[in-house]
């Protein structure tokens, strides 16, 4: 789903300005790399100029104007199509939890950096994951204040429990390189490979073919 499919469900379910509109979009883009008031304006610039969007300037006592976000008939129209849309559910690659992940993809060649640099990048995204579970958990305790969205707290939900398996997964992977042979005892495997076990052949005995008795 794209940032753009999100704006349109936000202002379908109400209208609001710029910084709760932001507010709102922060635990769907936790991690990315920064959905920071440019990048939000320039898009929201993008969808009034398609008249999917358009704005009311507010005047406020004493205040600046608010400009105010609403959802036009067309916008209203093209979320609703994206949101029967078949297509949109099976758009997404095999691996898309791999390729969206950039830690993932830079942990498949960690062993490239040596055992002491692939666990420094496991301890960075450990910290970071902690981190990011710190913020789940403040926004799930004011989930409340979004009443008109019932299943944002379960969607909070369900990003923390990945948040916890994946820091539980890396925990595993850190302690496997820690305790890890020194180089060169044994077959090199790739960082976070779980060894296979051996498996023992059975023993074929040689049997001779009994040759027919002859009348």
């Avoid at 790399?33 to 398609?50: A, F, T």
């Avoid at 799930?140 to 939900?157: M, V």
């Avoid at 820690?178 to 005892?185: I, Y």
Wanted: proline share 8%; aromatic share 8%.
């Amino acid at each position: 789903m794209s940032l753009r499919s999100l704006i349109l469900g936000w202002l379908l379910e109400r209208p609001c300005h710029g910084y709760e509109l932001q507010q709102r979009l922060l635990p769907f883009e936790a991690g990315s790399p920064g959905l920071n008031q440019g990048r939000l304006y320039k898009l929201l610039g993008e969808l009034e100029g398609e008249a999917l969007i358009r704005h009311e300037v507010v005047p406020q006592d004493r205040l600046p104007s608010r400009k105010i976000l609403y959802l036009t008939p067309k916008g209203k129209a093209a979320f609703l199509e994206w949101l029967r849309s078949p297509a949109s559910l099976h758009d997404a690659t095999k691996y898309e939890f791999f390729l969206r992940d950039p830690f993932l993809v830079r942990f498949l060649f960690a062993h490239r950096l040596g055992p002491a640099g692939a666990q420094e990048l496991l301890r960075r995204h450990l910290r970071d994951i902690e981190a990011r579970i710190r913020e789940f958990t403040r926004l799930q305790r004011g989930a409340d204040a979004f009443p008109e969205a019932p299943g944002r707290l379960a969607i909070l939900g369900l990003g923390l429990r990945y948040l916890v398996a994946k820091l539980r997964w890396l925990r595993k992977r850190l302690a496997e390189l820690e305790t890890a042979p020194p180089k060169g005892n044994g077959a090199r495997r790739t960082v976070g490979q779980t060894p296979r076990p051996r498996v023992a052949r059975p023993e074929v005995r040689a049997t001779r073919r009994r040759r027919p008795a002859r009348g």
